[in-house]
T-cell receptor
């Protein structure tokens, strides 16, 4: 069966510091990978998706970037965090675009 | 522009009764709809989905209904159980378009004993 691992679970970072959140998927090859963010009182917003290694699409212009250095690894980064980057970040995978997304347990990021 | 709308932030239902969660969408390009359940501090869990070529899909206690002409879908849970208390998200995917799902803001379902 497939599993998705996302870490860390919680993170407190000062404004201006860098960010690196990591996500890995096990039990499948060439999954579609996604990064979502849930800000307080809002729905889930798609940030990035990837259909293959080094194939990243950005949905919303922002202070963040994503990379996929390996088939089942997806990384969310920032060079300098802003207060508005606080939120709940979720990584997800799917077999393809026609199948449901399966989410990790998320990272609660607080920028102070 | 909110393309997927869940107009009820919360819903309270007595245990054993039917829970009905509603969702409206505005984009006629959506062709695949899903419901997710989320507990605090966890990621959403996929519950049930429906393709735009169908008007009903059933899985155990969960049934999703789709009314394309009204751009409306609903999730029925019967009978409701205490473990069903969670936030439920409606999501939709555009046919032939970019990957990823568009989510509503969620409805907090509370099952009362």
């Amino acid at each position: 069966s497939q599993t998705i691992h996302q870490w860390p679970a919680t993170l407190v970072q000062p404004v201006g510091s860098p960010l690196s959140l990591e996500c890995t998927v096990e039990g499948t090859s060439n999954p579609n990978l996604y990064w979502y963010r849930q800000a307080a009182g809002r729905g889930l917003q798609l940030l990035f998706y990837s259909i293959g290694i080094d194939q990243i699409s950005s949905e919303v212009p922002q202070n963040l970037s994503a990379s996929r250095p390996q088939d089942r690894q997806f990384i969310l980064s920032s060079k300098k965090l802003l207060l508005s980057d606080s939120g709940f970040y979720l990584c997800a995978w799917s077999f393809n675009r026609d199948s449901p997304l399966h989410f990790g347990n998320g990272t609660r990021l607080t920028v102070t | 522009d909110q393309q997927v709308k869940q107009n009820s932030p919360s819903l309270s239902v007595q245990e054993g009764r039917i829970s009905i969660l509603n969702c409206d969408y505005t984009n006629s390009m959506f062709d695949y709809f899903l419901w997710y359940k989320k507990y605090p501090a966890e990621g959403p869990t996929f519950l049930i989905s429906i393709s735009s070529i169908k008007d009903k899909n059933e899985d155990g206690r969960f049934t999703v209904f789709l009314n394309k002409s009204a751009k409306h879908l609903s999730l029925h849970i019967v009978p409701s159980q205490p473990g069903d208390s969670a936030v439920y998200f409606c999501a939709a995917r555009k046919g032939g378009g970019a990957d990823g799902l568009t989510f509503g803001k969620g409805t907090h379902l509370i099952i009362q004993p």
